[in-house]
Structure formats: structure tokens, C-alpha cells
């Protein structure tokens, strides 16, 4: 008898063992699904060093960029196979958050930007487009692979994900890029962060632009650069017929944030497109006092 008490004892121990380790797979698995929280040094960083301009404070960052290398650890460690297990809006969020962070990172490392060879002649001194190699050269390791800037905006986020708003997100430390957020971008949240950023874009007279006069739309070159992207999610025969197949899917994602009548006198007529002059000056920040 006692005999079979232990054994019922022991078979009960087994039972709840595997109950427990059950409901630890479940839950590491709902952790995983869930968006990753390792923005926090990140956001730390966004919200002492980006002004509410989009502007940020190089100087004071070179300093102390603690923080920031952090940050750029962290995005290392990530398991690949704990990545593809994330949403696709939370890896989009992902790869925006790093492009922009190792943009800041570059610019911190080569702070204060000189005027170097040809380059001089094209681009303002303090322009991130005096480093050289700064697009195809330097690398960062993410996830354990090395990646330059033009990796992870054309070779990852172009062709990967169908999301041409990233354009309005992806920040290159120029005064003609985006404004930068000073909260890092999240799954959850980021269609209506990125549809803020459109609507920051078409507010900004130096990237959007209408002469209902003129009838002309002044654009930001980055969206002739970029146009193609637009085309497979937002081209249809139902509006701005008018105007090129690049024009009219451009329109239809801008003009989400236009007012109706805006839109109507946009496919009335059609207007001439301009591209606005790219501006390469380091989107820096005044010094504080």
C-alpha cells in the first residue's frame, strides 16, 4: 500500500511537471509574438537628443553615447528565429528604428563633419554624404549579419515589405530627409505613426507643395528616387488618371491626408510635377543654452 501511494506521488510530480513546462513554452511563445522591448535605451536617446523640430543634438550625443551603443547591441543579440516570429509591422518597426539608429551613430562617430575630396563640391560641409563609404561601406552587425545603410533600406526594407511610407520615415540626417520621431517606431503603433509622418511630409513646404495657379506639385526628390515603391500598393483607375502611373500612386497616398476639395481640383486638372531641391545639411540641432 505505501508502496503505491509513492508511486501515485511520483506519477502526479511527472503530471505537473509537464503541466508547468507547457505552459512555460506557451508563454515564451506569446513573448515572442509579442512586440520586442528592447527600444527602451533607444527611446532614451530620442527623447534627450531629438528636439519637437526632428533636429538632433550631435554634440551633446558624442558625449555620451552610451545609450545609443547600447541600442545597437541589443539589435545584435536578436535571434534570427525569434525575429521571423514577430509581425511584419513589428519587423518594418525593426528595421526603420535601426536604419535611423545607425545613421545617428555614423554622423556621432565622424562628429564634427568636415568637407572631404570630391565630395566638397556637391554636398555642404556638415553633410553625413561627406563620410566616406557611409552608404555601401560601413556596416553594423544586426541580428549577428553586418549591414550598411543601403542593405537595410534597399535590399530589406524595399524588398521585403510593401510599405513605400517608410520613405517618410527612414531619416538620413539631412535637412530633406523626414523629421525624425523622438519615440522609436512599434508594431503596434505604427500605421498611425507613419501616417503622421505623411501628414508631416505634406506640411513641410520644403518636401510637398501645390501652385493651384501654376497648376504644379512641388514633391521631394526622395519620392522621384523612391517612386516605384508607391505603385504596387497605391496605383488604381479610380483616381488621379490623369497623371503617370508614379505620379498617380503618390497621389493616392498623399492625398489620404488632403483635404477633399484639394483632391478634386487635383483631378480636375492635371498638374505639372516638380521636384524640390534636395537639401544634404546635417539635420543638427542649435546648440542649447
Known sequence: MPCLKIFCFKL?????????????????????????????????????YVNDRGLVHYAELAANSKALDQFLDQINQVPKAVYQQWPVDEQVA??????????????????????????????????????????????????GTPLSLD??????????????????????????????????????????QLNEQVRRFIKDQSKFGLDFKAKRIYLSLSLKWHGEDF??????????????????????CLSKHLGEETIHRLEKEKYSVVYLKYNWTLNQADLRK
Not at 513546462?21 to 527600444?39: D, R, T, V
Not at 513605400?164 to 530627409?177: D, E, T, Y
Open 12 to 48: 502526479i510530480l511527472v503530471f505537473c511537471g509537464l503541466l508547468c513546462c507547457a505552459n512555460l513554452g506557451m508563454a515564451s511563445n506569446e513573448k515572442i509574438k509579442k512586440k520586442p522591448s528592447l527600444y527602451s535605451s533607444y527611446a532614451s536617446v530620442l527623447q534627450q
Open 94 to 143: 525593426f528595421w526603420i528604428n535601426t536604419y535611423n539608429a545607425i545613421v545617428i551613430k555614423i554622423i556621432v562617430q565622424h562628429y564634427p563633419l568636415q568637407s572631404k575630396g570630391l565630395h566638397a563640391l556637391f554636398y555642404p560641409d556638415n553633410s553625413i554624404s561627406q563620410i566616406p563609404g557611409v552608404w555601401k561601406e560601413i556596416q553594423f552587425p544586426v541580428m
Open 151 to 192: 542593405t537595410i533600406q534597399h535590399d530589406i526594407l524595399r524588398k521585403k515589405f510593401n510599405e513605400p511610407r517608410m520613405h517618410m520615415a527612414l531619416v538620413n540626417a539631412s535637412l530633406g530627409a523626414p523629421r525624425l520621431r523622438n519615440e522609436p517606431y512599434t508594431g503596434s503603433l505604427l500605421h498611425e
Open 231 to 252: 505603385v504596387g500598393k497605391y496605383q488604381t483607375q479610380d483616381k488621379f488618371k490623369k497623371y503617370s502611373r508614379v505620379h498617380q500612386s503618390i497621389l493616392i
